[in-house]
């Protein structure tokens, strides 16, 4: 019976763990998954942040946020794989250089799986979304940035060569920031999976002594 209420035990646990996610779900494109409970991207080995929730934010302004929290600038080379997860259709490998760049129309579909992960700096005329990134390899002060919007006729994209514009302080309501960290487990999840090891633990070490008690004691039949 003890056996019975620990089992039972373990089984809440579950529920309230699936549960306490339950508000959350995980939206897929390309390869990257978007956690709408943490408004958090994973991809390509990273986690990154949305177009909208940086949107009108400078470089300093980002970083003093959540550089704490591991974050930083995403590189050339990190947005290029990005793109070519999400734009396959255009050969972005020759826009890792500091001064070069890469622009093209793309298909609505490639657009809509973009946007539907990463969001949009300027929610209008279909999103407007200019991303800043960049390690400021040629130590000119100046960085990197991308884009992706609506045309009269077709969606486009673009990764684009730095410039003086883009600065450390530079801000506008049409730009975001890029911020990329290393992929870590969200601490409230961590925590319930510790609790549930735990428990199971302790399960199977009382389901084991409850088994080495009833050999050491085997039940003698009566005679009669």
Known sequence: ?????????????????????????????????????????TGNGLNWARWDT???????????LYAADG???????????MYSNFIPGVDWSSARGENSAVSDFISVDDYHDLITIFGVSFNEFGG??????????????EYRSAGAYYTDYDPAAGIYADNSR???DFSASDY??????????????LVYLIIFTLLMRLVLKHFYQTK???YANPMTLRKD
């Open 1 to 41: 019976m003890k056996m019975i209420n620990w089992v039972k035990y373990v089984c809440i646990l579950s529920v309230v763990c699936v549960s306490h996610y339950a508000n959350g779900a995980l939206i897929t494109r390309n390869n990257f998954s978007l956690d709408t409970s943490t408004n958090i991207i």
């Open 54 to 64: 940086l949107a009108g934010v400078s470089i300093t302004q980002a970083l003093d």
């Open 71 to 81: 974050w930083r600038l995403a590189s050339g080379d990190e947005m290029v794989g």
């Open 128 to 141: 407007i979304s200019n991303i800043i990134f960049g390690n400021d390899l040629d130590n000119d002060g």
């Open 166 to 168: 883009n600065t450390v």
């Open 176 to 189: 975001s920031v890029q911020l990329v960290r290393a992929i870590r487990v969200a601490e409230p999840k």
């Open 212 to 214: 080495s008690t009833s």
